[in-house]
């Protein structure tokens, strides 16, 4: 089930360029974070159904009309058998450009094995690191535990992720992550693991953006925006470590 489609230009620079990303964001989602600011889409599932074909159709389209530079595939993690086979179907009838596997980390090390060779570049985030905030806020007290080995996976996969001579992504990683309210020590737990446990040149997005959303209001701890203090140290943490960051 597809919910929209078409190029997208609020992604990491090195996934726009100039022509945008080529989204496509899928129904629903395996998590059920209080704060999703795409609830309608996660939750509601809005969207249209599809084949194989169509998405194939869709993949195409993106790659020959709007002339995007990559494929990205938003909580594409429920669908992975639908995108093995539309991809098989859009590379045979010419489809290059980079694929992009753009979800939330809380991923199997046996699907992602299924897409090795075929997803070029992943854009996972790393949410949490204990399982307190993962249960009280997703609903997955292990996803610190499924999403670190996910992405020791995708590192093996496709390394660190490498830029073309006009600053375009095409293969690797790109590790994002959100730091929340309150949320220091998790973000220094997310930030050591990926200057530890991943290529060094990993490229980390460490993002300011939150926001109270859908059930965050019920949570008084999350029921406020970011503090630039607690930005900043986290940058300050994230610069430390000499993580490769994204701008």
Same mark, same amino acid.
């Given at each position: 089930?597809? @919910?929209?489609?078409?190029?997208?230009?609020?992604?990491?620079?090195?996934?726009?360029? *100039?022509?945008?990303?080529?989204? =496509?964001?899928?129904?629903?989602?395996?998590?059920?974070?209080?704060?999703?600011?795409?609830?309608?889409?996660?939750?509601?599932?809005?969207?249209?159904?599809? %084949?194989?074909?169509?998405?194939?159709? =869709?993949?195409?389209?993106?790659?020959?009309?709007?002339?995007?530079?990559?494929?990205?595939?938003?909580?594409?993690?429920?669908?992975?058998?639908?995108?093995?086979?539309?991809?098989?179907?859009?590379? #045979?009838?010419?489809?290059?450009?980079?694929?992009?596997?753009?979800?939330?980390?809380?991923?199997?090390?046996?699907?992602?094995?299924?897409?090795?060779?075929?997803?070029?570049?992943?854009?996972?985030?790393?949410?949490?690191?204990?399982?307190?905030?993962?249960?009280?806020?997703?609903?997955?007290?292990?996803?610190?535990?499924?999403?670190?080995?996910?992405?020791?996976?995708?590192? *093996? #996969?496709?390394?660190?992720? #490498?830029?073309?001579?006009?600053?375009?992504?095409?293969?690797?990683?790109?590790?994002?992550?959100?730091?929340?309210?309150?949320?220091?020590?998790?973000?220094?737990? =997310?930030?050591?693991? =990926?200057?530890?446990?991943? @290529?060094?040149? %990993?490229?980390?997005?460490?993002?300011? #953006?939150?926001?109270? @959303?859908?059930?965050?209001?019920?949570?008084?701890?999350?029921?406020?925006?970011?503090?630039?203090?607690?930005?900043?140290?986290?940058?300050?943490?994230?610069?430390?470590?000499?993580?490769?960051?994204?701008?």
């Amino acid at each position: 089930k597809v @919910s929209s489609f078409g190029p997208h230009f609020g992604e990491e620079r090195e996934l726009v360029g *100039r022509t945008g990303s080529g989204t =496509i964001f899928f129904a629903h989602c395996n998590l059920r974070c209080v704060f999703c600011q795409n609830y309608q889409l996660s939750f509601g599932g809005d969207g249209s159904f599809c %084949t194989s074909e169509d998405l194939a159709s =869709i993949m195409l389209l993106i790659q020959d009309r709007y002339g995007c530079g990559n494929i990205n595939f938003v909580t594409p993690t429920h669908f992975v058998p639908q995108i093995l086979e539309a991809t098989y179907i859009a590379s #045979q009838n010419g489809l290059a450009i980079p694929l992009v596997y753009n979800c939330s980390g809380y991923e199997s090390v046996a699907t992602l094995k299924l897409l090795d060779g075929i997803i070029d570049i992943y854009m996972p985030d790393l949410k949490y690191s204990s399982e307190e905030w993962g249960r009280k806020y997703s609903g997955a007290p292990d996803y610190f535990e499924r999403a670190s080995e996910a992405l020791k996976e995708m590192d *093996r #996969q496709v390394g660190g992720l #490498q830029l073309d001579d006009h600053g375009l992504a095409y293969h690797g990683l790109l590790v994002r992550h959100l730091v929340m309210p309150g949320g220091l020590e998790e973000a220094k737990a =997310i930030l050591y693991f =990926i200057a530890r446990e991943l @290529s060094p040149d %990993t490229l980390v997005n460490l993002m300011d #953006q939150y926001y109270p @959303s859908y059930k965050a209001f019920n949570y008084p701890e999350l029921n406020r925006r970011l503090t630039r203090n607690e930005f900043s140290e986290a940058l300050a943490y994230a610069e430390d470590l000499g993580l490769r960051l994204a701008i």
